[in-house]
C-alpha cells in the first residue's frame, strides 16, 4: 500500500481546516450580511410606506380613490418605489406601476394577511405582475382601529443582490488572500515538524542496512529528542550484539568447517538453514545453493529424507546408518537430534554425519581376507589331511601309490608354504612401512628390472613367450631394489600366466615430471571392468578356478600394491577384455 510521508499527511489537514474555517465564516458572514441588508431594505420600505400612510390619509377616508392613485404614481417617480394600496377586503385601489382595476385581488398576498394580523408583513417572492422578484413590506392604515386600507411598498431584489455581489466579491478575494497566507505559513510550520521526522527515518535506514556507527542529532521537540536518545541507544546496543553475534557465528563457522563431521540443520519444515563444506561434499551438494531449500529437493536419498522427517518427529535423538550413492557409494553414520525454540517448540533439527565408508570396506575386506585365507589354507590341508588318511589306512604299503600321495601332499605343503611366505612378506612390508625401518638408495631402474625379466626366462620360454624392456640407464630413483625387482617379477609371472603362448610382454620404465613409471603390458584375456577396482586387494582374483589350476596365491598384487606404497608411490591399472592389461607403477623420482 502507499505510504503518503508525515509533510502530506499534516499540510493538507491544516490546509483543510484552513478552507474550512474560511468558508464557514465567509459563509456565515455572507449569510449575515444579507440578512442584515434585506432588514435595513425592510426597515426602509416600512418607513417609505408610513409616509405614503400620511399622505393618502384624507383621500382614504373620502374614498377619493383616484388621487390615491395619482399620488402613488408621483411618489414612485420620486422615490423608485412601488407602492401599492389594497383595501381590507383584498382589492387594489392605488398602483404605481399598474392601472388598479386590472390587477387581481390581493387578498391572499402573504405581505398582506400578516399586516392585518400583526401590524405590518414582509415577504421576498415573484411579482406575476412585473415578472421579477421583489420585496415587500405591508402596513395597515387605521382610524379608531379599524383598518381603512393596507399600504404595501416594494423594490426590485436585483438591487439588493447586485449590492450583495459586490459585497460578496470583496469578501472571495479577501478570503483568498487569507487562505493562501495561512496555508503558507502551515506548509511553514508542517515542514518544521516533519523535517526532525524525515531525519530520524533517514538515519534509521542507515540503521536497518548495518550503519549502527551513526547518531541521530538531538531535535528541539522534547518528545522528539526522547525519541532520538531512544533510537541513538537502540543502535548502540545493536551493534554491540551484532559485533558479538558476529563473533560467535565467526567462531562457530570455523568449527564446522574445520570439523571432519558434517553437520546439517534444517527448520521445522525440513529447509536446510546451515550446512557445512564436510556435510555438503558427503551428500554430493553444494552447499551455497542448498540454503532455504527442503531436504527432498537437495538430497537424492529417500533413505535420508525419510531419517530427516524421524528426526523432526521424535523428541528423542536418533542413529542410523545411511549409504550415499554419490562418488561410487558413501556409507554415513547419522546421528540426529531435535532443537526448540525459546518456548520449548520444535524448530528443527540438527544432524551430524560421520563417513564410516572407509571401516565398512575395511570390515568388508577383513571379512573377505578371513574367508579368502580360509579357503585357501583349508584346500591343501583337506588334500593333505586326506592323502595321509589314505597311507595310515594301507596305502603306504604300496609303493607307487604312496609315492603319487606323497608327491600331492609335498605339492600341497609347497602351497601353503606359498601362501604363509605372501602372507608374511605382506605383513612385513606394512610393518616395515609403519616404522620405516626398510633402507633406500638412489640408483638406476634398468639392473633391477633386467633382474626381474631374467628370473621369469624359464617360466616364460615354457610358453613361447618374449619379454622385451625399454628403459634408459639414465633413469634413477631412490629405491629398494629387492622390493622392486619382487614387485616386477609378480606382475610378469602374473602376465606369463594368463597370457597365450607365442605372445610377447612388454616391460618399460620412463620418467614422468616428477615421477618414475614402470609398466608391464601383456596380450593376455584382459580383465574385466568390474574388477579393476578391487584386483589389487589381497585373495582378490578375478577366475578362482583357473588361479588355483595355475597355483596362484591371489597375493601377488597386494604384495605389488603394498610394495608401491612403501617407496611413496601407487599402482594402477589399464585393461581391454581380449586385447591385454598394463600394469603401472608410479615411483616419485629422485
Known sequence: MFKKRLLWQLYPSFLLIIVISVVGVAWYGSQSLRKF????????????????????????VDHNFKEIDYLCKQIREASSTRITVILPNGEVIADSDEIPGRMKNHADRPE??????????????FSETLGKRMMYVAIPIKQDDKVLAVVRTSVPVTAIDETLRNIYKKLFWAGVIIAVCTAAISLAISK?????????????????SGKLDLRLSMPNTAELAEL???LNEMARQLNAKIDTITEERSQIQAILSSMIEGVLAVDSSGHIVSINKAAAEL?????????????????????FQQYVKNTLENKQSTETDCSVLNDGGRFLQLYGSSLTDNKGNRSGAVLVLHDITRTRRLEEVRRDFVANVSHELKTPVTSIKGFVETLLDGAVNDPEQAQRFLKIIAKHSD??????????????LEEDSEKRRLSFEKTSIRPTLVSAIELSKVKAEEKHITIELLCDKEITAKINSALIEQAVLNLIDNAIEYSRDNSKIQVNALRIGNEVLITVS???CGIEKDHLERIFERFYVVDKGRSRKLGGTGLGLSIVKHIAQVH????????????GSTFEIYLPAS
Open 37 to 60: 441588508h434585506l432588514n435595513q431594505v425592510a426597515e426602509d420600505l416600512k418607513s417609505r410606506a408610513h409616509l405614503v400612510e400620511k399622505q393618502i390619509s384624507t383621500n382614504l
Open 112 to 125: 398582506f394577511q400578516d399586516a392585518l394580523k400583526q401590524g405590518s408583513g414582509n415577504s421576498l417572492r
Open 192 to 208: 518544521k515538524i516533519s523535517r526532525p521526522v524525515e531525519q530520524m527515518t533517514n538515519v534509521t535506514k542507515d540503521f536497518a
Open 228 to 230: 532520538a536518545k531512544a
Open 283 to 303: 551428500l554430493g551438494i553444494d552447499a551455497t545453493s542448498s540454503h532455504g531449500r527442503s531436504v527432498e529437493e537437495v538430497v537424492r536419498n529417500p533413505q
Open 415 to 428: 602351497r601353503l608354504n606359498a601362501i604363509i611366505e605372501d602372507l608374511l612378506s605382506l605383513s612385513g
Open 522 to 524: 601383456d596380450q593376455g
Open 568 to 579: 611413496g608411490g601407487h599402482v594402477e591399472v589399464q585393461s581391454t577384455i581380449g586385447k
